[in-house]
T-cell receptor, first 114, second 114 residues
Framework: NAGVTQTPKFRILKIGQSMTLQCAQDMNHNYMYWYRQDPGMGLKLIYYSVGAGITDKGEVPNGYNVSRSTTEDFPLRLELAAPSQTSVYFC?????????????FGSGTRLTVV | GNSVTQMEGPVTLSEEAFLTINCTYTATGYPSLFWYVQYPGEGLQLLLKATKADDKGSNKGFEATYRKETTSFHLEKGSVQVSDSAVYFCALSEAKTSYDKVIFGPGTSLSVIP
């Protein structure tokens, strides 16, 4: 199993540019999440999805969009990049339902907006 | 709302020293508790978990006990190694009907020196 795969690993964007961060999982998890991690801070939830076709906002959704057309894929879209979006982005997935199961994380995408 | 508080780092220890990283939480109901570890340049990995009061989670020599009376989930290891150098995140999971929200603490950086 590959687990959760994120691409790219690194990216530098100019202010105002757009990009899509890719996330794919092969574990048939129906819950998927996007987090951002800023230095010295915990993870902040951007968006989540409980299944194909169903997405919802987390704590810090402004400036981002998501879609979930398949169980496997959960891309994160940045439309107009801003320096405040410089961060490390993690995608995660988990088994549905109860809180007892933990997450599987991808290895992250380090994004710098200049 | 629910929250997780961790001791501030960074923590620097000599090899074979005893490790304690404090974690306390605020939650309604009965959350599940987790410790995640993030090695340099990697995503978070589940280290251990506990799902009910007095449960002890353990893995790779690390242990943590779910203490409901003190709302704590302190991480301990009897003898740390250089390879344990990483950032450690305490987290709690709230089982909800819409999604299983996970709240992460800010992380504690550990450096182990030979």
């Amino acid at each position: 199993n590959a687990g959760v795969t994120q691409t790219p690993k690194f990216r530098i964007l100019k202010i105002g540019q757009s990009m899509t961060l890719q996330c794919a999982q092969d574990m048939n998890h129906n819950y998927m999440y996007w987090y951002r991690q800023d230095p010295g801070m915990g993870l902040k939830l951007i968006y989540y999805s409980v299944g194909a076709g169903i997405t919802d906002k987390g704590e810090v959704p402004n400036g981002y969009n998501v879609s979930r057309s398949t169980t496997e894929d959960f891309p994160l879209r940045l439309e107009l990049a801003a320096p405040s979006q410089t961060s490390v982005y993690f995608c995660a997935s988990r088994i549905s339902g109860q809180g007892a199961s933990g997450y599987t994380f991808g290895s992250g995408t380090r994004l710098t907006v200049v | 709302g629910n929250s997780v508080t961790q001791m501030e780092g960074p923590v620097t220890l000599s090899e074979e020293a005893f490790l304690t990283i404090n974690c306390t939480y605020t939650a309604t109901g009965y959350p599940s508790l987790f410790w995640y570890v993030q090695y340099p340049g990697e995503g978070l990995q589940l280290l251990l978990k506990a799902t009910k009061a007095d449960d002890k989670g353990s893995n790779k020599g690390f242990e943590a006990t779910y203490r409901k009376e003190t709302t704590s989930f302190h991480l301990e290891k009897g003898s740390v190694q250089v390879s344990d150098s990483a950032v450690y995140f305490c987290a709690l999971s709230e089982a909800k009907t819409s999604y299983d929200k996970v709240i992460f603490g800010p992380g504690t950086s550990l450096s182990v020196i030979p």
